[in-house]
């Protein structure tokens, strides 16, 4: 079976840095996915990490150690249009997408 | 990117009313599409898997009885939710993957909110 484990809330201040952990147990492992949920909207997927290491794309960038069964989500410069919902999620070996639980991010001015 | 839609975005029906869900590729053929619900607070929960021409993939738990799916072209989806009742009442999303897609490459709908009263 498959579990990616996240927190459920984060609250952070505009302008800052944030970090959204993901823990994952899976049977077979093909790489870690971000995406972002605004309340009532479509999931936007943000990174993928297939490798070990650092992805960087503007103010997000992710994170992955396979060793670890780890991964990490950063937000930096944060806006108040990022308040939203950030789910990591695996591809499984039936070819679909199994996501985390979910952590809710409030950004605070 | 690629852009799929979904129709309608909100529904409101009574109990014991079935209820027709569309999910369309606009600009790619979909050879896969999926089918999740979500609940208030929760995550995305996948509830099958459909292939053109072929018939969905459930998964564990999920009534296909209950939640007819067709996918009869390479751009179009149907959820339907047959005698939907209040417990029913969810945001349903669809997602799409192309030919030769990698897995974790999903495009999603805007999502259905449907109230069973």
């Known amino acids: 079976g498959q579990s990616l484990e996240q927190p459920s809330e984060v609250t952070a201040v505009e302008g800052a840095i944030v970090q959204i952990n993901c823990t994952y147990q899976?049977?077979?492992?093909?790489?870690l996915s971000w995406y972002q949920q605004h309340d009532g909207g479509a999931p936007t997927f943000l990174s993928y990490?297939?490798?070990?290491g650092l992805e960087e794309t503007g103010r997000f960038s992710s994170f992955l150690s396979r060793s670890d069964s780890y991964g990490y989500l950063l937000l930096q410069e944060l806006q108040m249009k990022d308040s939203a919902s950030y789910f990591c999620a695996v591809p499984t070996g039936a070819n679909n997408l199994f996501f985390g639980t979910g952590t809710r991010l409030t950004v605070i001015p | 990117g690629a852009v799929v839609s979904q129709h309608p975005s909100r529904v409101i029906c009574k109990s014991g009313t079935s209820v027709k869900i569309e999910c369309r590729s606009l600009d790619f053929q979909a050879t896969t599409m999926f089918w999740y619900r979500q609940f208030p607070k929760q995550s995305l929960m996948l509830m099958a898997t459909s292939n053109e021409g072929s018939k969905a993939t459930y998964e564990q738990g999920v009534e296909k009885d209950k939640f007819l799916i067709n996918h009869a072209s390479l751009t179009l989806s149907t959820l339907t939710v047959a005698s939907a009742h209040p417990e029913d009442s969810s945001f349903y999303i669809c997602?799409?993957?192309?030919?030769?897609?990698?897995?974790?490459?999903?495009?999603f709908g805007p999502g259905t909110r449907l109230t069973v009263l």
């Open positions: 899976t049977s077979g492992f093909y790489g």
């Open positions: 997602s799409a993957r192309g030919a030769g897609g990698p897995d974790n490459e999903q495009f």
């Open positions: 990490n297939a490798l070990d």
